[in-house]
């Protein structure tokens, strides 16, 4: 079978890339921004604060927790999240590395 396209490119380029597609919804971003606010969380919470469904909050939850933004325990019926602080940091550190590559165009001839 022939190369697939992400063979192109760096682990660090992949991994960024998963990070930023798993970042890509609006509904994954407010419940990063829930859990981050509150530390963490009942899946319930964040039925009450989106106001989606539970089914469409759990594909949410699902792909956050497939790229290991977040982790999850639970306890009979209670499955409580918060954010992977590890993981978190990992993200963090590729974007601001590619962000901090920035250089103001101000500064020089620039398209």
Request: with cysteine.
């Amino acid at each position: 079978m022939g190369v697939t396209k992400t063979d192109l490119f760096t682990d660090s380029q992949n991994d960024m890339a998963l990070a930023a597609k798993a970042l890509a919804h609006p509904a994954r971003v407010a419940i990063i921004e829930f859990l981050l606010k509150s530390d963490s969380c009942i899946n319930g919470d964040l039925v009450n604060e989106l106001g989606l469904a539970q089914a469409t909050i759990s594909q949410h939850l699902r792909e956050l927790k497939d790229i290991g933004i977040i982790q999850g325990t639970i306890e009979g019926t209670r499955v409580s999240y918060c954010i992977n602080a590890k993981r978190w940091s990992e993200i963090q550190e590729k974007f601001n590395k590619i962000f901090n590559q920035f250089r103001d165009p101000s500064s020089k001839d620039c398209c």
